[in-house]
């Protein structure tokens, strides 16, 4: 997916590799990034800079939305998202499909600081295939879907397509909002072109792009897709339900790393190249 | 300095290799990020990315003052930021001084679209030593000061010392602006602390601190430190010169790749882990 550069980062001990039914699922401490998990030979995530993308991930589309109650994450078998999900008090369930059960043992046998998220009483795991799970869910079932998906090759080749983002949207209540994984502006404009594409026919609310660093993931950026369904209005730039009063540490003493609100509305200026090579201009939203 | 990493551009041709008074001088042709300038094994630029580095150094500070008039630039031989500078209007007069001519020689050779910067005629060259050339300017000469140096080892190690921020707290006028290439938040953070330390000794203004996304500089971002003198107040993250104005295209029709209002304000909100680790919360400043 990336020609032509390679990020490399220094290996001290393998600690763990091993092909699971879907892919090869690799743990190694690292030098100066802490324990490394590498699905298919692309890093996932590193203790270092894993809060920049588990927080956003998750705070983007949640303070978004006023007490959102019931959650679906796709994908984040490492259990990241799903710990900075527990920081939200209003949420009552969360929903997780995992289609690969390897990911999750090896997070929490290696990533106990991330795997510490399924230990949630609101936690409700699945290993299975996400689209099958979300074909089964009840209409307007969520208050907000997140994709925490690996790249679009090998099994989440599926969740880049218009069927999948369509029974996203109808598993959302109204107003309800999806934040999904989108690739990095430098690298991959012509795919984050054709999912803001599929989503503006499929969320009739709005759809945004935004972006943060996350220095082991390839040109040091991630983006993210934001989009709401019709129904009450969703201002994701300036978030209804802000997150200081999460700034404090979670009930396991773990204080936001990364995420504020000044960051939360940051991310979504975009460079001007993005803005012109995918026309996300203002009238690209619908509000 | 930095351990434990490494990123790959992968060469399709080198293109220039010598050692200069200063430093090894090496561009070669890459597979996907166009031509790179490389000093000492460093990256400084590739024609994809450079977008980014030169306009947001450049423009943050130019567009936080009213009528920028006399501004100087500390290395950027290459020539980006002054193709940046020309932008305004408002510019009368622009000193330019680079310690090492073959940086310049060889931009302009490969680096057309760079070096195009010194054609204009308000520029100025000095080549020579920045620190000098500090000590004999006039009191109170520049309305901004760019700071576009290498990393601090090598040539460029002085420029990092409080003799350096304090000879340019000397030449700029009250309420003058500062803009100091600061290096990466997530590899960084003691130099930067250092760095904010000083100047907030030595600039009774505001101390200010900005990042941006750059994918060929180590962790994909880069940062700036905004610092103005005692005099009229500069409110940095709200920029009263805004570039709405400059957004067609210069006189050679180039237009503005990657900065623009949004994208400026949005530098200036920092990940929490940076506030926390260099004390950056809002006290720091003296607004």
Redesign the interface.
């Known amino acids: 997916m990336?020609?032509?550069?390679?990020?490399?980062?220094?290996v001290e001990k393998i600690l763990y590799k091993e092909k699971s039914e879907y892919q090869e699922v690799l743990v190694f401490e690292?030098?100066?990034?802490g324990k490394v998990l590498v699905l298919d030979g692309i890093v996932q995530l590193t203790e270092?800079?894993e809060?920049?993308y588990q927080e956003m991930i998750a705070h983007l589309p949640l303070c978004s939305i006023l007490s959102p109650k019931t959650v679906l994450v796709v994908g984040g078998g490492d259990g990241g998202v799903l710990r900075e999900i527990s920081r939200h008090s209003s949420v009552e369930h969360i929903d997780i499909c995992e289609i690969d059960k390897m990911v999750i043992d090896v997070s929490r046998k290696f990533f106990p600081e991330l795997a510490v998220g399924f230990d949630d009483p609101r936690v409700h795991l699945h290993v299975g295939d996400a689209i099958e799970f979300l074909r089964r869910a009840p209409e307007g079932r969520y208050d907000a879907v997140i994709v925490d998906s690996s790249d679009p090759v090998g099994p989440a080749q599926e969740l880049v397509e218009k069927p999948f983002f369509e029974t996203i949207s109808k598993a959302l209540r109204p107003g309800g909002v999806l934040c999904n994984m989108a690739e990095?502006m430098?690298?991959h404009t012509h795919l984050i072109q054709d999912m803001i594409s599929i989503c503006r026919q499929t969320f009739k609310g709005s759809v945004h792009y935004a972006?943060t660093?996350?220095?082991t993931?390839p040109?040091?950026?991630i983006g993210f897709l934001l989009c709401s369904t019709e129904g009450p209005h969703v201002d994701f730039v300036n978030p209804i339900n802000p997150i200081e009063k999460l700034?404090g540490a979670d009930k396991r003493g773990r204080?936001?790393?990364?995420?504020?609100s000044?960051?939360h509305?940051?991310?979504?200026?975009?460079?001007?190249?993005l803005?012109s090579e995918v026309r996300l201009l203002r009238d690209y939203s619908r509000q």
Not at 30 to 33: D, I
């Open positions: 990336w020609p032509g550069e390679a990020h490399s980062i220094k690292s030098l100066t990034y270092k800079d809060c920049a990095s430098w690298l972006w660093s996350v220095p993931y040109s040091g950026v700034e204080k936001l790393r990364f995420y504020n000044e960051i509305s940051a991310a979504f200026a975009l460079p001007a190249f803005k």
